[in-house]
């Protein structure tokens, strides 16, 4: 039986709204946001949206007039009670009140900043200009908004049937690769998929697939409005905005080589457990773990985010045993361009030898390559960065040239300052 | 927003029916049992279900309480007024009031007869014996309903997601069978596969897709419900049951040499065009068209419903050229284990000699193999044949020995009456 009300009401929207929710976004945005609330406040950043990907020319798919409801309708959104409630009250890694009132009440009544759109050539220039802790809530809602309108740009030309078998596709796809991963009882996997799904409610199934198919070896979702609806556990830390805004504020040489580890000062003392993980790619690893202080290595662990991953954990798990550590007490979490069967690799590579998670990302929650004609749904590499702080421009260098970011005399400076040698290219899938 | 009301309703149905409709059936059956009502009312005829599949123990599948429920259900069918409108109202093969005031009045009162059902180890001895117009009715709606209970036994066990996957590749493998059909436009092909499907709401939704993928060749539907929910033609002529029963009727050799032609007599008088489409298997295709009268060859075209088809297809056309008949004006119909790849073979084989048209059945619709553990799903061969009639046995020969149905001693009579010798084995798939 139709409900009529229903489809009436439906018929009223002027748009279908994409990011619906403000924590329809990456739970380790809302524990640096509380961060940097705390401790940069009143820092001025410009988050800029990149192409990593030229060949897709997201300005001729994409309508710019659609392309701004979305992002006003973002601009709309303001928390929930229900969603505050359940900031407040959840239970993060068996933390209670990881969220502090002062910044629930900020929060409460933030709503995000202006954006700045122009199109340039068949691409657009995004960016978001404003304080930090506000600035830096655009990039999840604003990649997804890219990826969705991108999607229903191919989408659009497609019959009824067609479409529901390209979604049958993309299911049993999804599904031989948890039936691979389930082969291994004992591995620990998290969606890390929300920056560049296909869509949200793509996102929601295949969350909900992995819950069924995997059991226990599915430990979350990084997605906070995913996590609140189905029940799940929230998922993350912190990410490199933190080290490339704090140095990009350094005001000379010396002050640039400390700020990586100023970020994890100030992370060590508002967090612990789960949360005190290290991610220290962003000026190359091998230099920041050999000058990091001696109360980083009692952290829980490391993430692997570019770079080869088996070489980054063979560098962690040396590292561990220089400091006095016992890795086997160590957690090492793999979060770059991760498909099932390279999962399985490292897996099988470290298990036994550290504690080992995944966080599995856009292969998760977009692998639509070879569905369709051109393969025009494929995912690509879009990214949206912190590009400058208080003026100055942001550096990021990771463990793999291809992802270097900043000014090339800047890059240079870097380069001298945290000692970067010779890296290794690694395509960037995605 | 949930439909309250829906719901509750929903939960109040004792079971969910398989049948729903006395027009859930094959076309032919309906056109058969016009004839039949003419010619043949007052035959006492007994139906039964044969498991050619004795490795599937459907009585150990299949609840015996819930079988007994679903037929039933069945038996409290009646024609609606709708149904009755559609039957009364449609052009069939461009022809109008193809069901005359009598038999709809007679269809519009009908019920279904009582049945037999009874466990004998492993299988389900269900019969149905009364008046011929009445139990032909059951064959259609006794089948689908055996095969959807025996899909059910094993969809029960499974995941919500593992079902919706499951779904997702029965989807994905048909709609590769599409995309390889619509290679050749000029195919005409119909769904025959209302009895062995494996349910009725994946029938309809395989009409559907064939619909959207194939556009013009995809011709229609034996199924009745679905050709009016969908706004198709409904597709069929003839089957063996008439033959079969014309020829037990008979009371010496010579009369059972002459009844399959006057099976076609009555049928000449009462049909032309694309209803008039030769059944010629029953009693080996050979003799038969040998010995038929010469009006025959003025038929629109022959079905081949077993043995090698290209060999079918090659005796046909022989056949015409013999008679005089130019086979290009001719239609041959395969119908028989058919699936993608014999229907594109053929296709190639025949078009230019011959108009070619396929009728496709159980691997249309009930193309489950190797997608469940142990092809639990994978389909079988389940008849419900008329055995007898006015107390004699009926015999089915076709150009297939595996296909061979009745007493042996019958058999072989039959098979000296019709001059059959030796004949070529092929495998029953389903």
């Known amino acids: 039986m139709v409900d009529i ?74 928390l929930t009670r229900g969603e505050s409630t ?84 993309a299911m049993t796809k999804l599904w031989e690769k948890v039936e691979h991963l389930r082969q291994q009882p004992q591995l620990r996997i998290a969606d890390f998929g ?43 830390t912190n990410a490199h905005e933190l080290p490339m805004v704090y140095a990009a504020l350094a005001r000379d040489d010396e002050s640039l080589a400390r700020a990586p580890y100023d970020v994890l000062a100030d992370w060590h003392e508002e967090h612990e457990g789960n949360l005190r993980i290290i991610l220290p790619d962003t000026y190359g690893t091998e230099g920041f773990l050999k000058n990091a202080p001696d109360w980083l290595a009692g952290w829980t662990g490391i993430r692997i985010d570019s770079g080869d991953p088996a070489t980054g954990a063979e560098v962690a798990i040396n590292w561990w045993k220089n400091r006095g550590e016992d890795p086997r007490q160590k957690l090492v979490i793999f979060s770059d361009g991760l498909d099932e069967a390279k999962i399985i690799e490292l897996y099988e590579q470290f298990k036994g030898r550290v504690r080992v998670s995944f966080g599995w990302g856009t292969l998760l929650t977009n692998d639509f390559r070879g569905l369709t004609a051109d393969d025009r749904l494929a995912p690509f590499s879009l990214v ?42 690694q395509d960037v899938i995605v």
């Not at 748009?15 to 380790?28: E, G, H, M």
Request: charged share 25%; aromatic share 10%; with cysteine.
């Open 384 to 425: 949206c960065k912190a590009v400058s702080a208080n003026g100055a421009p942001t550096v990021k260098l990771s463990d793999n040239p291809n992802k270097a970011m900043g000014p090339k005399d800047q890059i240079e400076r870097y380069k001298r300052v945290f000692g970067v040698g010779e890296q290794a290219a």
């Open 5 to 78: 009300a229903t489809r009436v009401w439906n018929h009223k929207w002027k748009i279908d709204p994409i990011v619906r929710s403000l924590i329809d976004t990456d739970f380790y945005k809302l524990l640096m946001c509380q961060s940097v609330f705390r401790n940069k406040r009143d820092t001025q950043v410009t988050f800029s949206l990149i192409n990593r990907s030229q060949q897709v020319p997201l300005a001729r798919l994409i309508d710019e007039g659609e392309l701004r409801e979305q992002l006003d309708h973002i601009r709309s959104l303001s």
């Open 194 to 236: 929300t920056r560049r799904r296909h869509s949200f409610l793509w996102q929601d199934w295949c969350v909900q697939a992995m819950l069924e198919g995997l059991g226990d070896s599915f430990v979350g979702t990084s997605n906070c409005l995913i996590a609140k609806n189905r029940d799940l556990e929230a998922i993350g």
């Open 86 to 169: 359940w900031l407040r009250g959840n239970t993060f890694y068996g933390k209670r009140q990881m969220f502090t009132p002062e910044f629930m009440e900020w929060f409460e009544s933030m709503r995000l900043p202006a954006y700045h759109l122009e199109r340039v050539g068949d691409q657009y220039e995004l960016t978001f200009e404003g304080s930090w802790p506000e600035v830096m809530l655009w990039e999840i809602p604003a990649l997804a908004v890219l990826m969705e309108l991108r999607g229903r740009a191919v989408l659009n030309d497609m019959g009824r049937f067609e479409l529901q078998v390209l979604y049958a596709r």
